[in-house]
């Protein structure tokens, strides 16, 4: 793995994430300056298409909506607040400000929403937010401009730090999928918090989301989660990293769901801050407090194994986890 491109910012401060969307020609970027900005990265080229101000706080975290609903960006602030912005004739502007994690007047760590995911397109236009507050939210785009609500109180004691949704395609369907039958989507995702536990929530038939497992490894916060693509194989499988330094691969070979296994890819010697699965789900991207990204693959034996430290030999040139990933694709 080599470092294509290089992205002058010019952000003012720390930045807190990096997003390609689906056609990886476009960089979102947020910071610490409060402001999230995209670029137009086609043939290693950058040009700022816009600089979105909105938040006032840190942005931790942005994520791309799926292009057959237009071009749709959220972002989610130590501000409390969760801005969805769309891109309208060449115009970004701010479509939604979701505040439910407002919780009392003065702004403090309590209620910053650390966390955004969208749910697979199947499923409409879904977005999860976990936040400090310990609630998860999920805001349901119900057309002519408005969203719907539901959050999930307590989902983690002290905080939710992720949430990662698992893909529609149902494990097994490449397998013993009855042609021509729709598959029964059932919407599941999982999330990290300040308990040590990563957590999976399933959607009741009656649209209520109810916690299904509890997998516990983990010694200290868990950071990040990630739900590895689906390839219709039978098994499931989950990243999650942590403040403890550990990397797991969780997975899970039944239909039903409820048998977890842990395995520890790598214990890193500082804080493993996220985790990211190739579009295959065949390599998986770690960053973490030392300031490198590596890039791990299971052998034939089961055992996971560094391919690339993409800090190696390169001096102080680190890159970000979905630059990573997209030069794997």
């Known amino acids: 793995v080599s470092v294509i491109n290089t992205v002058d910012t010019s952000h003012e401060d720390m930045i807190h994430d990096a997003q390609m ?43 791309w909506a799926h292009p057959m609903y237009g071009n749709i960006l959220a972002s989610c602030s130590y501000d409390r607040k969760v801005i969805i912005w769309k891109e309208e004739n060449g115009t970004w502007e701010k479509t939604h400000e979701h505040t439910g994690h407002d919780s009392s007047g003065t702004l403090s760590v309590a209620g910053q929403v650390n966390s955004v995911c969208w749910a697979p397109h199947d499923y409409g236009l879904i977005l999860a ?20 609500v539901k959050k999930i109180n307590n ?24 042609s021509g039958q729709k598959p029964n989507y059932i919407k599941k995702f999982a999330s990290g918090g300040c308990d040590n536990l990563v957590k999976l929530w399933k959607e009741e038939e009656d649209g209520q989301w109810k916690e299904e497992q509890k997998l516990e490894a983990h010694s200290d916060w868990v ?45 890193f010697n500082d804080v493993v801050w996220h985790v990211s699965w190739s579009i295959t789900a065949n390599i998986l991207a770690v960053s973490g407090g030392d300031n490198k ?15 690339s430290d993409v800090n190696k030999g390169q001096g102080s040139v680190s890159t970000s986890v979905t630059e990573c990933q997209q030069n794997e694709q």
């Open 129 to 148: 937010c976990g936040s400090s507050d310990g609630a998860i939210s999920l805001l349901t785009y119900t057309g002519e401009g408005q969203w719907e």
């Open 155 to 178: 989902a983690h004691t002290i905080g939710c730090n992720a949430v990662s949704w698992a893909p529609a395609v149902v494990p097994g369907s490449l397998i013993d999928q009855p």
């Open 21 to 63: 969307d689906y056609y990886g020609t476009r960089l979102a970027t947020c910071s610490s300056d409060r402001s999230v900005k995209i670029f137009d990265v086609r043939n290693g080229g950058q040009i700022l298409i816009a600089d979105l101000r909105g938040h006032e706080g840190p942005v931790w975290q942005v994520a």
């Open 223 to 267: 950071r990040d989660v990630a739900w590895a693509p689906s390839i219709g194989l039978p098994t499931s499988t989950i990243a999650s990293c942590s403040q403890d330094g550990r990397v797991f691969i969780w997975t899970c070979d039944d239909a039903s769901g409820n048998t977890w296994s842990p395995k520890l890819l790598h214990k």
């Open 293 to 307: 990204v590596t890039l791990w693959k299971e052998s034939v034996d089961g055992q996971w194994v560094c391919i």
